[in-house]
């Protein structure tokens, strides 16, 4: 028996503020290649393309058309970015969400306006700081020193301790910068979203919502950070990103 084909449906990317339609260079989610374009009602627009009304699955290829039509899109507006995979049934339905979350839209886009979300990661340098910690803490040094000359399978309980005391400096320096680096930065942020690290040696991994009239005091503030800490860590700075980690809207559709 042959498949049924999927109903025809309108993928949207994100939110605008817009009196009238546009099209964009980017390609839709899919295979397809659908063309993206908006539609607008009482001031406001989706950004949306073409497509069949099933299940997107998050492949790295359907992520990376998501946010890419979204970047898209926000070098020439402020966006809202909706929540992936939200599948409307026509342009008439995307009108009457319009006008159904006029107010809510409304807001948002007054709340980012002007504003640019920017990433900051740090991480330690492996060779560096485990070199720090063993010249930094005596307790783990003069352990290491009374076992050196004794057989390894004799030293079993005192190299776990080293480990673990290893471990718990690591944890006591990655916290004392990730408060400097935040202490820095976040005056300068109207918001914060502090995310999780990955691996024992990461220090940071937070999103800053920026009046974009600060961005550049922020930038230096960040060169600071890396010009004082650079010789221990790795930092990587993230300009032109949508506003991913401060509004990810859910339409019901």
């Known amino acids: 028996m042959a498949d049924v084909p999927a109903k025809e449906g309108k993928y949207i990317y994100c939110i605008i503020a817009a009196t009238a339609p546009e099209t964009f260079s980017s390609r839709g989610i899919g295979a397809r290649g659908d063309a993206i374009y908006s539609v607008c009602g009482d001031g406001l627009a989706a950004v949306l393309s073409n497509s069949p009304v099933k299940p997107h699955s998050a492949t790295r290829d359907n992520l990376m058309a998501h946010e890419i039509a979204i970047e898209e899109v926000m070098k020439t507006h402020t966006v809202l970015p909706v929540r992936f995979c939200t599948i409307a049934a026509s342009d008439d339905q995307i009108r009457e ?3 159904k979350e006029h107010a809510r839209f ?4 007054d709340k980012f306006t ?6 900051v990661k740090a991480i330690f340098k492996e060779e560096v700081i485990f070199a720090e910690i063993q010249n930094k803490y005596k307790a783990i040094t003069d352990l290491k020193a009374s076992i050196i000359s004794l057989p390894a399978e004799k030293t079993y309980f005192q190299r776990m301790k080293i480990g673990e005391m290893v471990e718990a400096a690591l944890k006591t320096e990655v916290e004392q910068l990730k408060h400097e680096i935040l202490r ?4 300068l942020a ?11 040696r ?5 999103a800053f919502l920026v009046e974009k009239d600060a961005e550049e005091k ?3 503030c960040v060169n600071d950070i890396d010009a004082k800490h650079g010789a221990r860590m790795k930092m990587k700075y993230v300009c032109e990103v949508p506003p991913f980690n401060f509004v990810n809207l859910t339409i019901k559709v």
């Open 97 to 99: 969400i319009l006008q």
């Open 106 to 109: 409304k807001d948002l886009l």
């Open 114 to 119: 002007s504003k640019k979300e920017l990433g």
């Open 184 to 187: 820095q930065l976040t005056p």
């Open 190 to 200: 109207v918001e914060v979203k502090i995310n999780s690290t990955f691996g024992e």
């Open 202 to 206: 990461m220090i940071v991994n937070a």
């Open 218 to 220: 922020f930038y230096r």
